[in-house]
C-alpha cells in the first residue's frame, strides 16, 4: 500500500490552523525577560522572551507598539499579553504581543527615568554647578550606615593614603522607606556643622530596590543644595543613581571614593623629594655661577688697581677744562650784557611813545563824551521832567492825577500839577 505524504507547506498551514483554534493559545499572559531586541525600520518589536530555562521569540507590530509607554530594552523583566501562531514559511512558531508592560523592577526604572529626565532639564546635572574637590582635605563626612562595610572601606583607604585627614561620620539609613529622609537629614547636618571639607555619600551594592533611596528627587536637590562638596559612592558597577548624576563626583564604590576624596601620601612623599631634589640642583647651580662671578671680579684690573677709574676721570675732566679756556664764555657774556642794554633803552622809548598817543586819544574822546554830556546841557538851564519815572516830552503826554519830577543838573523836584496847559 503506498503512502500518502505532506509538503511542508500543508504541514505548517495544519500547525498554523491547530495554533490558531486552541484557545488556550489565544490570550496567553506571559512573564519574561527581553533579550534580542531589535526595532524595524517600520516600527515593528522584534525580541526573545526567556527565563532561567527557556526561550521564545516574539514580535509586536507598530499599531501595538504605539501604546507603549516606556522604550523595551534587554534586560526589561515585562508581562507580555498576545497569542501563539505559527509563521507558515520559516516553520516557527512564536508570540504575538498586543500588551507590554514593564514588571517590578521595571516600573522604578520607569520612574528612575522619568525623574532623570525631570531633573536634567531643570539643570541639576550642569557642570557649572558642579563643586571642584579640595585637593587636601583636613576633614572627611561620611554619610552611610554607622555599621555597614562602607564607613570601614573609607575609614581604611583614607587612614592608609593620608592618614592626617579626620574622619566625621554622619550615621544615615541608606535601604528602606525612611532612608531618604535620614541621608537628607544628615546632608543638611554636614552643610550646618560647617566641620568637614568634603562629604562622601553611599553605600555599598545591592539590587536596584536596595538603592532607591538614591534614586530619590529629595536625596537628589539635597546634593544639589548642598554647599559642602559630594561625592557619590553607591557600589554599583553597570547601572547610575540620580544621586550619581546630581553629585560633585562619582565614585564606583565607597573605596574608590576615599581615594578620589584624599591624595595618596606616597605621591606626597615623592613630589616633596622631588622638589628637595630640584631645589638642591638649582642651589647648586646658584652657588657656583657666583663663585664664579666673585672670581671674575676679584681678578679684574679695576679691583686689583682702583686708580685706573680715576686716570680715566682725570683725563676726561682735563679736556673739559681745556675746551671750556678754549670757548672763552667771558667775551660772550659781555655781548650778550651789551645787546641786553641796547634791547632795553628801545623797549622804553617805545612804550613812552605809545602812552603818549593814547593820551592825546583819550583826551580827544572825553572832549566829544562831554559835547554829549546831558548834564553839561541842564548847567545851561535845560531839565528833564519825568512821570512815573517815564521822561515827558510833550504836555500831550502828563497825567494831571500824578505828580511830576524835574532834575536839574544838580538835584530834582517833585511837583504837583495845578493846570496843564497847550
Known amino acids: 500500500m503506498e503512502r500518502k505524504y505532506l509538503t511542508v507547506t500543508a504541514l505548517n498551514r ?38 532561567d530555562k527557556s526561550e521564545i521569540s516574539a514580535v509586536m507590530f507598530l499599531s501595538d507598539a504605539r501604546t507603549l509607554n516606556f522604550l523595551p530594552k534587554d534586560g526589561n523583566q515585562v508581562i507580555v499579553e498576545g497569542h501563539l501562531s505559527v509563521y507558515e514559511v520559516r516553520g516557527t512558531y512564536q508570540i504575538y504581543i498586543k500588551n507590554m508592560s514593564l514588571d517590578g523592577v521595571g516600573d522604578l526604572y520607569l520612574a528612575y527615568e522619568r525623574l532623570k529626565e525631570e531633573l536634567a532639564k531643570a539643570g541639576l546635572f550642569n557642570e557649572e554647578h558642579k563643586l571642584p574637590l579640595p585637593k587636601y582635605p583636613r576633614t572627611v563626612g561620611v554619610i552611610t550606615s554607622e555599621t555597614g562595610a562602607a564607613v570601614r572601606d573609607v575609614i581604611n583607604v583614607i587612614g592608609i593614603r593620608y592618614p592626617i585627614t579626620k574622619i566625621i561620620v554622619y550615621p544615615a539609613l541608606v535601604q528602606g522607606p525612611n532612608a531618604k529622609n535620614s541621608i537628607v537629614s544628615q546632608i543638611e547636618a554636614a552643610n550646618n556643622d560647617g566641620l568637614v571639607d568634603v562629604l562622601i555619600v553611599g553605600r555599598g551594592g545591592g539590587s536596584i530596590e536596595d538603592l532607591w533611596a538614591f534614586n530619590e528627587e529629595i536625596v537628589a536637590r539635597a546634593i544639589y543644595n548642598s554647599r559642602i562638596p559630594i561625592i557619590s559612592a553607591v557600589g554599583h558597577e553597570t547601572d547610575t543613581t540620580i544621586a550619581d548624576f546630581v553629585s560633585d563626583k562619582r565614585a564606583s564604590t565607597p573605596s574608590h571614593a576615599a581615594e578620589i576624596c584624599v591624595p595618596d601620601q606616597k605621591d606626597i612623599i615623592d613630589l616633596l623629594n622631588n622638589y628637595s ?26 679691583f686689583k688697581n682702583p686708580e685706573k677709574i680715576l686716570e680715566s676721570t682725570k683725563l676726561k675732566l682735563l679736556y673739559l677744562e681745556d675746551k671750556l679756556n678754549a670757548y672763552k664764555p667771558s667775551k660772550q657774556i659781555e655781548h650778550y650784557q651789551d645787546n641786553i642794554l641796547s634791547f632795553n633803552n628801545r623797549l622804553i622809548q617805545r612804550m613812552e611813545y605809545i602812552i603818549l598817543n593814547k593820551s592825546k586819544d583819550f583826551l580827544s574822546v572825553t572832549e566829544k563824551l562831554e559835547l554829549v554830556n546831558p548834564l553839561a546841557i541842564m548847567k545851561k538851564g535845560y531839565t528833564v521832567v519825568k512821570q512815573k519815572d517815564v521822561i515827558k516830552k510833550s504836555v500831550k503826554e502828563i497825567d494831571q492825577s500824578a505828580p511830576l519830577v524835574v532834575d536839574f543838573y544838580d538835584g530834582t523836584v517833585d511837583c504837583k500839577i495845578i493846570e496843564v496847559k497847550q
Open 277 to 302: 631634589d630640584r631645589l638642591s640642583v638649582s642651589l647648586s647651580l646658584k652657588h657656583e655661577n657666583n663663585q664664579k662671578y666673585y672670581n671674575q671680579v676679584v681678578s679684574s684690573t679695576v
Open 14 to 51: 495544519y500547525l498554523k490552523y491547530k495554533f490558531d483554534n486552541d484557545m488556550n493559545l489565544q490570550k496567553i499572559l506571559l512573564k519574561a525577560e527581553i533579550s534580542n531586541f531589535k526595532r524595524h525600520s517600520r516600527g515593528h518589536l522584534y525580541l526573545t522572551l526567556k527565563d
